[in-house]
């Protein structure tokens, strides 16, 4: 069966492809139109599809639209309600459900040669939980979804069987903890549904100061569900400007919301866990991103191992989606890796850069190159298989630098234009992970935060935050042989088994995916090398 996943309704719009049960690719709309999340998720925009991903899901596999057999849109207005019906201030809404009800006619515009009838709405939370639970290598499981909303709800819980969901709970709106962390986010100066991951770190400098008055605003129900009310934000502390320094209690207030998130969050697995009794848990929805909540669950929840969905947001809910939809024809399997997206060969890459007339060389082993360059403090730009699916470099379109200088956490944030209290992730051997960090282990998807060993945390500091943790990303060899090759080079020059980890792009704009954002991010940016594939591309000779 040829199933194609869309997400377009909300943000992060994105497309993936299920063939005869089995993932082959999946991408979101911004790494190919270059517009940070796709689009804003405002009623306006909702008419936008992702066509360009979903049409390069179908030329990567030789596919037509008519060749579909079905596609799986990850919303059904059939289960929607006026705003005003569930609470939600939104007038605009409405424009939101109609071009739902009318994304097969756009879908097959789009995509001429698809046939209309062969759309498939599939509840928003629904797609959630199949792209954890279906996704995960695990099919027996609980799941949990948390994010802002979908059609009237913005929580569900269940339980998969052989990959056969039961759906166990579920919160209708308004009541919302994604809404709840939207808001504050917006509070803070930050873009709301964009940078609610500032929110996160921020509260790593705070203490929660204003968990108790917050508690009077979100509470458990006891049966599954939670309840929320408007937060009078600004009556705890003012608002922040956007681009204005932020103060001791504006740290205070996003530790207290982190807090609180983390109390719900606990009291909705253990009532999963009495119900399933299962051991292992899903995760998806947006706030399934936020790993230090997920690290709370790992360390005082009741299940014994934790899987989140890599892209756990919106956009992945178009693969939720497709295997859904494929689930119910063929047995479907877990997701191999998150490399979904695009990918070049060896000469392909060397013809971008013939044709941008860089010098260049082709040493004898990148891995080793980068290595050598990494030991003497360079910044490098790695560029190799496959771009990840979802918001987290994974050592395919990653920036790397040295973790033993404390200074290259500001030089990083510098030459990427954040804010100077965001931290970056260290990327260690699977096998060497235990040794350094204390946490869920493996974490292929850096997902979660590990404490840092007393006696690695003054020999790393670039990747230690200010709590003392780091968001680790574990690397396997078999998996990823040469950005393991690149680390054990970096371990015989150096003695550290680290590598500092960050996103391969500038501030505001999406992670870079083809070889002219490598180019033009390398151009733009204090980069010294850009290793492209088995290519090496030095500063030095460029702008010699």
Same mark, same amino acid.
Request: glycine share 8%; proline share 7%.
């Given at each position: 069966?040829?199933?194609?996943?869309?997400?377009?309704?909300?943000?992060?719009?994105?497309?993936?492809?299920?063939?005869?049960?089995?993932?082959?690719?999946?991408?979101?709309?911004?790494?190919?139109?270059?517009?940070?999340?796709?689009?804003?998720?405002v009623?306006?925009?909702?008419?936008e599809?992702?066509?360009?991903s979903?049409?390069?899901?179908l030329?990567?596999?030789?596919l037509?639209?008519?060749?579909?057999?079905?596609? *799986?849109?990850?919303?059904?207005?059939?289960?929607?309600?006026?705003? #005003?019906r569930v609470?939600?201030? #939104? /007038?605009?809404?409405?424009?939101r459900?109609?071009?739902?009800?009318r994304?097969p006619?756009?879908? &097959?515009?789009?995509?001429p040669?698809?046939?209309?009838?062969k @759309?498939?709405?599939?509840p928003? =939370?629904?797609?959630?939980?199949?792209s954890?639970?279906?996704a995960?290598?695990h099919?027996?499981?609980?799941?949990?979804?948390?994010?802002?909303r979908g059609?009237? $709800?913005?929580?569900?819980a269940?339980?998969?069987?052989?990959?056969?969901?039961? @759906?166990?709970?579920?919160?209708?709106?308004?009541?919302?903890?994604g809404l709840?962390?939207?808001?504050?986010?917006?509070?803070?100066?930050?873009?709301?549904?964009?940078?609610?991951?500032?929110?996160?770190?921020?509260?790593?400098?705070?203490?929660?100061?204003?968990?108790?008055r917050?508690?009077?605003?979100?509470?458990?129900?006891? !049966? $599954?569900?939670?309840?929320?009310r408007?937060?009078?934000?600004?009556?705890? @502390?003012?608002?922040?400007?956007?681009?204005?320094?932020?103060t001791?209690?504006?740290a205070d %207030?996003?530790?207290?919301?982190q807090?609180?998130?983390?109390?719900?969050?606990?009291?909705? &697995?253990r009532?999963l =866990?009495?119900?399933?009794?299962?051991?292992?848990?899903?995760?998806?929805?947006?706030?399934?991103?936020?790993?230090?909540?997920?690290?709370?669950?790992?360390?005082? +929840?009741?299940?014994?191992?934790?899987?989140?969905?890599?892209?756990?947001?919106?956009?992945?809910?178009?693969? $939720? *989606?497709?295997?859904?939809?494929?689930?119910?024809?063929?047995?479907?399997?877990?997701?191999?890796?998150? *490399?979904? +997206?695009r990918?070049?060969?060896?000469?392909?890459?060397?013809?971008?850069?013939?044709?941008?007339?860089?010098?260049?060389?082709?040493?004898?082993?990148?891995?080793?190159?980068?290595?050598? !360059?990494l030991?003497?403090?360079? %910044?490098?730009?790695?560029?190799?298989?496959?771009?990840?699916? +979802?918001p987290?470099?994974?050592?395919?379109?990653?920036?790397?630098?040295?973790?033993?200088?404390?200074?290259?956490?500001?030089?990083?944030?510098a030459?990427? +234009?954040?804010?100077?209290?965001?931290?970056?992730?260290?990327?260690?051997l699977?096998?060497?992970?235990?040794e350094l960090?204390? $946490?869920p282990l493996?974490?292929?998807?850096?997902?979660?935060?590990?404490?840092?060993?007393?006696g690695?945390?003054?020999?790393?500091?670039?990747?230690?935050?200010?709590?003392?943790?780091?968001? @680790?990303?574990?690397?396997?060899?078999?998996?990823?042989?040469l950005?393991?090759?690149?680390?054990?080079?970096? !371990?015989?020059?150096?003695?550290?088994?680290?590598?500092?980890?960050?996103?391969?792009?500038?501030?505001?704009?999406p992670m870079?995916?083809d070889?002219?954002? &490598?180019?033009?991010c390398?151009?733009?940016? /204090?980069? #010294?090398?850009?290793?492209?594939?088995?290519?090496a591309?030095?500063?030095?000779r460029?702008?010699?």
């Amino acid at each position: 069966m040829r199933v194609l996943g869309i997400n377009a309704l909300f943000h992060d719009p994105s497309a993936a492809l299920v063939l005869d049960g089995r993932v082959v690719a999946a991408a979101e709309e911004e790494r190919f139109s270059r517009r940070k999340h796709g689009k804003r998720p405002v009623p306006f925009s909702a008419w936008e599809l992702p066509e360009l991903s979903a049409r390069w899901c179908l030329e990567h596999t030789g596919l037509d639209p008519s060749d579909l057999d079905a596609v *799986a849109y990850s919303y059904d207005p059939g289960l929607a309600l006026p705003a #005003d019906r569930v609470g939600l201030d #939104d /007038p605009f809404d409405h424009l939101r459900q109609e071009y739902a009800r009318r994304s097969p006619e756009f879908l &097959a515009e789009a995509l001429p040669g698809l046939d209309p009838a062969k @759309v498939r709405f599939v509840p928003h =939370h629904i797609a959630h939980a199949a792209s954890a639970g279906q996704a995960s290598p695990h099919p027996d499981c609980a799941v949990l979804v948390f994010d802002g909303r979908g059609e009237c $709800g913005s929580h569900l819980a269940g339980r998969y069987a052989n990959r056969e969901l039961t @759906v166990l709970g579920a919160q209708s709106l308004p009541h919302s903890m994604g809404l709840f962390y939207e808001e504050l986010t917006q509070h803070l100066g930050f873009l709301r549904s964009s940078d609610e991951f500032k929110v996160m770190a921020l509260a790593s400098y705070g203490r929660p100061h204003f968990l108790d008055r917050l508690r009077e605003y979100v509470t458990l129900d006891g !049966e $599954g569900g939670f309840r929320t009310r408007p937060v009078p934000w600004a009556s705890l @502390v003012p608002p922040r400007p956007s681009g204005s320094a932020w103060t001791q209690a504006h740290a205070d %207030i996003a530790a207290s919301a982190q807090a609180c998130l983390e109390e719900v969050l606990l009291g909705l &697995a253990r009532w999963l =866990h009495d119900r399933t009794g299962e051991a292992v848990l899903t995760l998806a929805g947006g706030v399934a991103l936020n790993c230090v909540a997920n690290t709370r669950l790992h360390r005082d +929840g009741p299940f014994e191992r934790i899987w989140v969905q890599p892209a756990a947001g919106d956009a992945g809910t178009a693969l $939720g *989606a497709a295997l859904h939809v494929a689930q119910q024809k063929e047995a479907v399997e877990a997701m191999p890796t998150a *490399a979904l +997206g695009r990918g070049w060969s060896d000469a392909e890459l060397r013809a971008w850069l013939e044709r941008a007339a860089v010098p260049y060389e082709e040493p004898d082993d990148i891995a080793e190159t980068v290595a050598e !360059e990494l030991a003497r403090d360079g %910044i490098v730009a790695w560029f190799q298989g496959r771009s990840e699916y +979802g918001p987290r470099a994974l050592g395919h379109r990653s920036l790397l630098a040295h973790p033993g200088r404390a200074g290259n956490l500001e030089r990083l944030n510098a030459v990427k +234009g954040r804010e100077e209290f965001r931290p970056v992730a260290p990327m260690v051997l699977a096998e060497r992970a235990a040794e350094l960090f204390d $946490g869920p282990l493996p974490s292929p998807y850096m997902l979660f935060v590990h404490d840092v060993a007393d006696g690695w945390r003054k020999r790393i500091p670039a990747v230690v935050h200010v709590d003392g943790t780091a968001r @680790v990303q574990t690397v396997d060899k078999v998996d990823e042989p040469l950005v393991a090759r690149m680390l054990e080079g970096f !371990e015989r020059r150096t003695g550290l088994p680290v590598v500092v980890n960050t996103s391969l792009n500038t501030a505001g704009r999406p992670m870079v995916d083809d070889p002219r954002d &490598a180019l033009e991010c390398f151009g733009s940016a /204090p980069v #010294d090398l850009l290793a492209l594939g088995p290519f090496a591309i030095r500063r030095r000779r460029v702008f010699a």
